[in-house]
């Protein structure tokens, strides 16, 4: 404020007998705000039509134990049948790590993160390159807030997720 | 908020001095010295009568339920009910002293409040019943959107005043509405849930919203982008710019003390590492590397130090290390089967953080002096704990087994646990702003 504005606040005050603090909106809080939406892109029909025939390829999740990160061996034929489709068409995967709710977001987001290494080291075994494999976490953003017990189990996991299909 | 707080405050003090007379004994900056006698002997008894009101809102609350909810909220006071109280008071002209002190109360607040047009004029006092004297006496005006602003303010002065701690009562806060699977909202409201505004809609996950210091950015990470990446957004002309979209996750921002650069998380093809940068995306550098999770990384006040979580020791505990070049880690908890989420207090005396044992998340402080541990909120899953700027008090959220997370805070002496209320949706994250003039 100006000081010959406030004078003149305090000048018209002493007319009226009393002194007044001017209490005002706040910040500017008035700004637009994004809308925000996703991007895609598209894999080749071949590609999209073998993801969608081959059993071995339609399975995408890959379950952990809990605090774990090791991958069981029921997932060893899984696992080969991508790795398999990933040099044959050349593809770029996401390995989508996921944990459950408990915990708070940004531990569990590195929790997930840890569950997509694991699956990425287990395809780098199978021959993929680093250039082929994202590890990205999902943290706990798409498990169930509100599950208790055995229920909470299917969020931890790592997902197979073809960038484009 | 309001312009030249100090120096308004100033003149309105030597004007009311110079012109009607009434002394203040103590100059704005001083404390009023309390003595506490016996009972409660760590609250503050405080009387808030109804003001005498000409305006009816009721959505807004009535003024002296505002200045009792907030200082209330604090731990520090304990409002003393008025309801049985015939001829309330207006003004420190005609107090019966005798009356209140024996309704116990130490502090006793009065106002009156005129509403002409649009402009409403509040002229408060708050009286010191043991020593029979006026302490403030001041008038606020404004809008009649400014009501339970001109509320807050009284608050905060009276805070100020018999504390010697700003007050906070005027700041904000920021949280993350989940309204469905997919549709979120980063929201900006007063630090009690009232005038929330939207500030980021997504139909993806938002997580990790942090206030910038200075109090003109906000840090956020969002999942627009099929993986979560950074923005940071400016508050005021709701531009933002996208600061970390490096291959793998970018997430866990915090501010540096001087609002410059963010200590962020980055993953590329391996676990959780922590990068500096600075806010507007340039000048990457890595802390440190290890093979295990380093995360959820802030700032020590004085810039020089970043308290992180990792699992280097096989469960989440809380570590240091400094900023400036490769040093020493050093492990600051060891107490329960985890500890995580780490931030510090206004001062950097405390650690605040949420502590894992028997299935339970719960916040706790360790004091790094002494490094007792005082457990605060009973979880079973509380998480998202902040200092509010002046330390006094602790942002959470918290949830019920298979309930929906909801937001509130607890007074850092751990006597007041209070909701915040925003509506029914899952309330994900939230953050608390800076002290604003």
Redesign the interface.
Known sequence: ?KKSL?LAT?LS??LV?????????????N?????????TAELSPAAMDELASNPLLTERSIYFGFNKFDIKSEYTDMLAAHAEFISKHNVAV?IHGNAD???????N???G??RS?SV?DALSGLGIG?NN???????E??AN????GSACDQDRRADIVYVGE | ?????K???N??YR??FL??LIILSFPSNSIEVIEILGGKASQIPIAITPFNEDLKNDDLGKMHKVIANDLERSGLFSALDTSGISNIPDSDMYINFSNWSALQAQFLIVGKSTTIRDRL?T?WSLIDIYKEKTVLS?????SK??YR??AH?ISDLVYEKLTGSPGVF?T?IIFVK?KSDKNYGLY?SDYDGFNQ?????????I??PRWSPD?KKIAYV???????VIYV????????VLVANF???N??PAWSPDSKKLAI?L?Y????QIYIINSDGSGIKQLMRTRS?N??PAWSPDGKEIFF?SDRGGN?QIYKVNVDGVSEVNRVTFEGK?N??PSLSPDGKLLLF?T?EN?K?RVAVQNLTSNQVLKLTKGP?D??PIFSPNGHMILFTYKD?????KIGTVSVNGLKVTPIRVGSE?I??SSWGPI?N
């Open positions: 404020m406030l305090l005050s002493l007998g009393c002194s007044s603090t001017e209490i005002q909106e706040s910040m500017g809080l700004a637009p705000f994004p809308e925000l939406t996703s991007q996401a709710f408990r915990g708070s977001h940004e531990y987001l590195s929790l993160q840890k290494v990425s680093n494999v994202e590890t990205v976490s999902y943290g953003e798409y807030q509100e599950c208790t | 908020m309001i312009f030249n707080m120096i308004m405050q003149y309105i004007f009311i012109v009607t004029t002229r001041m008038e606020f005006s404004g959107k400014q602003a001109i303010k005027h904000r989940k900006v505004r939207a500030v980021v809609n997504s139909s993806q996950p997580i990790s109090g969002s999942f627009e982008k099929k993986k979560p957004q400016d508050l005021t002309t709701g531009k933002r291959k793998g996750n997430s866990a998380v993953t093809s391996a676990n959780s999770i995360t959820e979580s989440p985890g995580l989420s949420l894992q299935g998340f899953h998480e998202s087994y298979g309930k929906k997370t899952t994900q994250e604003t």
